[in-house]
């Protein structure tokens, strides 16, 4: 039987899948769905000094991605400390709370939040911007004030994300979770000629399998440049986004697009399928494979010489994905086989990545 769950800082999640601050976490009940849906521990909603005037409409669906205009939570800090996060811990589950977003402003709530029983502090940095003096001093307020474990979620806007992971790191940061939604976007309907958002100029930040591949980079870049353990954040749709993720050096993931996509059993889904991956390969453990991928991303390229890739005709379809993808024309079924012309293969690697039966790699 494979062990799903996971310590991150002390604290035990039932497994590594959790929700990340945003729209589905938004209040207790919110929370306590998460909890019902799966999740191993529980993130709410960033709350701050005051409540956060929220634009209309905040969300569109953007293929399978969502562009938002949200901000932080809506409900008064006050809500959240007599109500919100009691209802949360009454699943007992870990409960992180969101915290935002000026050093000022950390020092102020931070301690409040921690007295209403959480159990860890997450810092938004989402307004911050690419500022990393006032991240860094973010990070050192919430250390001054509180006893918790402070992680500290960067975004993808950042310049140089190792630059601001080693920098939160060196000011007590207890963990990083990386990253936030990428922004800005702009999404316009065609037909009024009317963005689609309500907030300045239409703006709203972009999340979902749109950005998992930046996120996946991320977050192998700042597990090998610190020491602190990393949540990994970005796009994950499924088991095989969040086993990717923990590959990559990730200790938990958090999804929210995801979740508003498909609902609060999303959670229960996506560890149920890690449990039958891991159990395939032969994981006991979440550290089984915990960081595994990194060894094996190089310094220098693999080659710059093309190298046709073999196919295994015993798992070969011949559904002609290869063939309908290859634009050097070198993939081809035949006799409902795939073959691969070694003359005008390019070595590219976009057959081996759409073969939905593996039989086509390097």
């Avoid at 003359?343 to 039966?357: A, D, E, I, L």
Wanted: aromatic residues 6%; contains cysteine.
């Amino acid at each position: 039987m494979v062990d799903l769950s996971v310590e991150i800082c002390g604290l035990k999640f039932r497994n590594p899948i959790l929700p990340a601050a945003g729209p589905t976490v938004r209040d207790g009940d919110a929370l306590v769905k998460a909890a019902d849906g799966g999740a191993g521990g529980l993130v709410a909603k960033t709350v701050s000094v005051s409540p956060a005037h929220v634009p209309r409409p905040n969300m569109v669906k953007v293929k399978d991605s969502i562009l938002n205009a949200e901000l932080w939570s809506d409900l008064p800090l006050e809500q959240w400390l007599r109500f919100e996060y009691a209802k949360a811990k009454k699943k007992g589950l870990p409960l992180i709370a969101s915290v935002g977003y000026k050093a000022d402003e950390i020092r102020a709530v931070a301690p409040k939040v921690k007295a209403a029983g959480v159990d860890a502090l997450e810092l938004s940095t989402q307004h911050l911007g690419r500022d990393l003096e006032l991240v860094t001093e973010a990070t050192k307020a919430a250390k001054e004030v509180v006893d918790i474990p402070v992680f500290v979620k960067l975004s993808p806007d950042a310049f140089d994300v190792v630059q601001f992971a080693r920098a939160v790191e060196g000011a007590g940061a207890d963990g990083i979770v990386a990253i936030n939604a990428l922004g800005l976007g702009l999404a316009i309907d065609i037909e009024n000629t009317m963005p689609m958002l309500g907030s300045v100029s239409g703006h709203g930040w972009l999340s979902g399998p749109a950005i998992k591949s930046l996120a996946v980079r991320c977050v192998a870049d700042v597990c090998r440049a610190v020491k602190i353990p990393v949540i990994g954040v970005g796009g994950i749709s499924n088991e095989r986004d969040a086993v990717e993720f923990i590959m990559a050096g990730a200790s938990a993931v958090q999804l929210s697009t995801a979740a508003i996509i498909r609902g609060y059993k999303i959670y229960g889904l996506i560890a149920d399928g890690m449990a039958k991956f891991m159990r395939a390969k032969g994981y006991n453990s979440i550290a089984d494979f915990k960081g595994i991928a990194l060894r094996h991303l190089p310094e220098q390229p693999f080659r710059t010489t093309s190298k046709p890739p073999e196919i295994i005709a015993s798992r070969c379809t011949g559904c002609g994905l290869c063939e309908q993808y290859c634009v050097y024309e070198a993939a081809k079924v035949v006799r409902k086989i795939a073959r691969i012309d070694p003359v005008k293969c390019y070595g590219c690697g976009m057959c081996v990545s759409v073969c939905p039966t593996r039989a086509v790699r390097f």
